[in-house]
């Protein structure tokens, strides 16, 4: 059987103590499986974020582990936990965090050389995983020269260049219109669906149902999770 | 939609036999709308009894060929023209199962809630991967399914709102039943 690619373990995060200790998330059991996209919805202030926090080593749980690749955050270094952020998992936010004074390949290809990768490797890996968003003819483009939906489709790539194959995204369509939105959401499907797996927060019930599983929180707890039927409905089913 | 006035539009396109008729019905609605072939057939006698169409000589295969009249042609003009009485239609299950959680005391009407939400979102998944299909841009078809994915986020949005204002409520009474205590919670929120 295939092995969770990040699993979740009664994790819990605490802030404050006595009178003014706010549970911010409680027991979370969660594993995201290879190809997997899940979307994690509920009301602000239910631990969205904390929870996606947990999951990319920004935070650390006060009880419970993060299991990354088959390895305890918690046991890591913090050499090793930087290791870890590099090479392993990547990042998405509602702004695309792209350095303007660089151009989209040298956005992605930067972080790997900073990591010990020739330049001649690092860019032919960047410009991969341009090519697997559809961004291929823009490489040279600085982040001002591109659009919303194209800027976020470069963070896109950063975020599952190379090794990694764990996108942590938060809210990544909050800044774009709906039909941009749209069309990053296939984007994050299609790459799923070739394998990569990924974790992203959203308020927006339609762009959470573009995930094969929904998890809602509540207080810190999950309160549901609705899956894809696993036999797609076909359209006899809708009559 | 009605089945009767779906034939007359049809047959203003074209005379027709009921087979025919039944096919182009699927057809036109991207195969969204399963039509019963005895239903077409009772539903023509009616139309020609009520002088809406009228039926022809039998063609070579020796079936009846149905043929719209003026009347059926202007009770068809007549039926686009006229919206639909959303306020007639307003009684939905959801909000009637939400209500009666709320003054019955049955069941806590933040878990109906929270079941309901749970399945229309399955459902909202599961519309949004036949979307993705491109290889299914029948247009009626996909324009059918944009009313489903919006009626879905519109339930979703509602349920949410439902739970809002519970949430600033006092909580609320379930009265035990007093025969079957061990009862499937699933069969209670069918």
Known sequence: MTEPILSMRRVGKTHGSGAQRVDALVSIDLDLMPGELVAVTGRSGS?????????????EPTTGEVIVAGQSLATMSKNELARIRRVAV???????????????????????????????????????????VEMAGMADRYPDQLSGGEQQRVAIARGLVGPRSVLLADEPTGALDEATSESILKLLRSRCDAGAAALMVTHEPAYAAWADRVV???DGRIEGISERTKTPLTTADLS | MGLREGLLCILVRGDAHGYRLKSELESVTG????????????????LERDGLVESADSNADGRIVYKVTDRGHQEARQWLATPVDLAASGRDEISLKVLMAMVSGVSDPRRVVEKQRGATMTLLQDYTTLK?????DDLAWQLYLDRLIL???????????????????????V????????????????
């Open chain 1, 47 to 59: 631990g969205k974020t904390t929870l996606l926090n947990m999951a990319g080593a920004l935070d």
């Open chain 1, 90 to 132: 990547g990042y998405v936010f509602q702004q695309f965090n792209l350095l303007p004074s660089l151009t989209a390949v040298e956005n992605i290809s930067l972080p790997l050389e900073l990591d010990g990768m020739k330049p001649d490797e690092a860019r032919k890996l960047a410009e991969k995983s341009l090519e697997e």
């Open chain 1, 216 to 218: 809602r929180l509540r």
């Open chain 2, 31 to 46: 195969d969204t709308w399963q039509v019963n072939i005895g239903q077409v057939y009772t539903t023509l006698q009616r």
């Open chain 2, 132 to 136: 993705a299909d491109d290889f299914n």
């Open chain 2, 151 to 173: 009626s879905a986020e519109a339930e979703l949005r509602w349920l949410e709102r439902v739970e809002a204002r519970l949430d600033v409520m006092p909580p609320f009474e």
């Open chain 2, 175 to 190: 009265t035990e039943s007093h025969e079957s205590e061990a009862t499937d919670p699933e069969e209670v929120n069918r």
